[in-house]
T-cell receptor, first 111, second 116 residues
Framework: QKEVEQNSGPLSVPEGAIASLNCTYS??????FFWYRQYSGKSPELIMF????GDKEDGRFTAQLNKASQYVSLLIRDSQPSDSATYLCAVSDSSASKIIFGSGTRLSIRP | GAVVSQHPSRVICKSGTSVKIECRSL??????MFWYRQFPKQSLMLMAT?????????EQGVEKDKFLINHASLTLSTLTVTSAHPEDSSFYIC????????????FGPGTRLLVL
């Protein structure tokens, strides 16, 4: 069974610090990797996607991909209370017919 | 990013009735849409994959006769919960696949269903 694993948290980070969210996946053939943010009672919102090994930066967010280790991470710099949410890691399966979601990491930014 | 709408956003119905939920991709064509269900404090659960012009593919354990999916056009997929019961009360979320942009999924705002 293809899986995407995330620590459920909650991960508590002080305001202004860097929040680091991690994700591992089992399907070595996966090509596309996504991070979604979901506020309580709302639907997921795409933050970033990454396809190549290395880092991809977008504002305060940096996605990191290491295909050899089957590991994806999301760094949030200068964390704000509004970043408090559940972050979902998602990985396309090798057939690219669907995306498999992790169960999410709950992030709490404390003022 | 691409916009996906869902209607209605919230519905309350009596047990035994059927409820139809619409999912539309507003600014792109989506040959594939997905339907998810999420119970409180739980993760997203994929129910089915909806392909334009063909039958939907249901995940294991999801009753296809209870959750009817129709994807009649490149911008519209509908989910009908037939003979709804209280245990069907949940947050139903659709997503649409933007095939032109590296297979990225964009989510609709969700439909909260309460069956009394």
């Amino acid at each position: 069974q293809k899986e995407v694993e995330q620590n459920s948290g909650p991960l508590s980070v002080p305001e202004g610090a860097i929040a680091s969210l991690n994700c591992t996946y089992s399907d070595r053939g996966s090509q596309s990797f996504f991070w979604y943010r979901q506020y309580s009672g709302k639907s997921p919102e795409l933050i970033m996607f990454i396809y190549s090994n290395g880092d991809k930066e977008d504002g305060r967010f940096t996605a990191q991909l290491n295909k050899a280790s089957q590991y994806v991470s999301l760094l949030i710099r200068d964390s704000q209370p509004s970043d408090s949410a559940t972050y979902l890691c998602a990985v396309s399966d090798s057939s690219a017919s669907k995306i498999i979601f992790g169960s999410g990491t709950r992030l709490s930014i404390r003022p | 990013g691409a916009v996906v709408s869902q209607h209605p956003s919230r519905v309350i119905c009596k047990s035994g009735t059927s409820v139809k939920i619409e999912c539309r991709s507003l600014d792109f064509q989506a040959t594939t849409m997905f339907w998810y269900r999420q119970f409180p404090k739980q993760s997203l659960m994929l129910m089915a994959t909806s392909n334009e012009g063909s039958k939907a593919t249901y995940e294991q354990g999801v009753e296809k006769d209870k959750f009817l999916i129709n994807h009649a056009s490149l911008t519209l997929s509908t989910l009908t919960v037939t003979s709804a019961h209280p245990e069907d009360s949940s947050f139903y979320i659709c997503s649409a696949l933007d095939g032109l942009h590296q297979e990225t999924q964009y989510f609709g705002p969700g439909t909260r269903l309460l069956v009394l």
